[in-house]
């Protein structure tokens, strides 16, 4: 696909877009300069006597407009020119770029949607045209091509109907970027909590402040925090395998992150790789690993520790990663303080104890 840029009218999404593009400035710019006769006509049309009576039959040559006029004319249409650039670098208006000339965002927020979504999208675009541009700026490392800030759904179906793709051009820095990207993908369709979680952790990978990770997602402190530390507690394989699961909130995942303990990543990993898993749709698989990985009931055993003397002191939980112990204090008040004051000498007596004789 040959490479263009061309200006539409923002106003009207449906209507034809304006032929004035760069080139054809350029283009009229030339004709200003080139000596086309059309000076001659106009003065032909004011002075009647070249054309009949004594002075017809004198054999003149073309007539020239003067240097001045076409100065001005020239200083008009480079002035056009650049009203344009400033047109298209200010992010002011809506162009036509080709698909093929324009790379997706440095940090991607979504997942991978479903088939059924992206077939609609192109068929919705093919009936009604692309009504909402898509935001890019000058690629920052490739000249000549152009980064994605929001828009990649879309900008992935134009490119498979093999059309121009309606944008808008603005020059932004990398925050401003994702910024832009994590507002504008949270008001147009919610992101998921994974892919919130998702987008949180690859931001902070490449060194962006929280107040800017913050911003992007138009979130808090607090929830930014769980955002993070529930997608620490999976590993990226099986964030992957379960997909944006769209109906699974924070409380679920969080949830997901506890009874994922290490000892069942292969477990997770085994169920990922069954025949059937990928049957079902994002939701379903979270449910089914969820279910797999069982309660936190069936995990956490509790059980309570009776002094000899039958008196129920202290409750003991035992789950595959965590052993803890609660004292009653209405039972025994003053027995936690004992024991912590003891537990450097407890625990160098059971490390001498676990060493190999």
Same mark, same amino acid.
């Not at 800030?149 to 990649?152: D, I, L, Q, S």
């Not at 590993?235 to 964030?239: G, V």
């Given at each position: 696909m040959a490479r263009q840029v061309m200006v539409v009218d923002d106003t !009207?999404? *449906? !209507? &034809? /877009? /304006? +032929? *004035? +593009? $760069?080139? &054809? %400035?350029q283009a009229k710019l030339a004709e200003t300069l080139a000596d086309d006769g059309s000076a001659t006509k106009a003065i032909d049309s004011d002075r009647p006597l070249l054309k009949s009576g004594p002075l017809a039959a004198l054999k003149r040559g073309p007539l020239r407009t003067s240097p001045l006029e076409t100065i001005a004319k020239t200083a008009e249409s480079v002035e056009r020119v650049k009203k344009l650039e400033q047109q298209l670098s200010a992010g002011q208006s809506v162009v036509e770029l080709n698909p093929d000339d324009i790379d997706a965002s440095f940090v991607p927020d979504r997942m991978a @949607?479903?088939?059924e979504d992206h077939r609609k999208l192109v068929e919705a675009i093919r009936s009604e045209g692309q009504l909402v541009p898509i935001l890019v700026r000058p690629h920052p490392e490739k000249l000549g091509r152009y980064q994605i !800030?929001?828009?990649?759904r879309r900008h992935r179906a134009i490119t498979e109907l093999g059309t121009m793709v309606r944008a808008v051009v603005r020059e932004l820095t990398d925050e401003q970027l994702v910024v832009a990207q994590g507002q504008e993908n949270n008001e147009r369709t919610n992101l998921s909590f994974i892919e919130k979680a998702r987008f949180a952790s690859r931001l902070q990978e490449r060194g962006f402040k929280r107040e800017v990770i913050m911003q992007a997602l138009s979130t808090d402190k607090g929830t930014l925090s769980k955002l993070l530390s529930t997608i620490g507690s999976i @590993? +990226?394989? %099986?964030?992957e395998a379960i997909g944006p699961a769209p109906s699974i909130g924070t409380r679920r995942w969080q949830e997901f992150a506890e009874k994922l303990s290490r000892r069942l990543h292969d477990k997770a990993r085994a169920a990922i790789a069954s025949p059937g898993f990928f049957d079902r749709d994002s939701d379903g698989r979270f449910e089914m690993l969820l279910k797999l990985l069982g309660t936190n009931e069936e995990r956490a055993r509790a059980e309570p520790w009776i002094a000899s003397n039958g008196i129920r $002191? !202290?409750?003991i939980t035992r789950s595959s990663d965590k052993f803890s112990l609660v004292i009653d204090h209405k039972v025994a008040p003053d027995f936690g303080d004992f024991l912590l004051s003891r537990m450097e000498s407890l625990f160098s007596e059971f490390h001498a104890s676990s060493k190999p004789e």
């Open positions: !009207a999404s *449906n !209507a &034809e /877009p /304006p +032929t *004035n +593009t $760069v080139a &054809e %400035i @949607p479903s088939e !800030a929001y828009g990649h @590993p +990226t394989d %099986i964030i $002191v !202290a409750q």
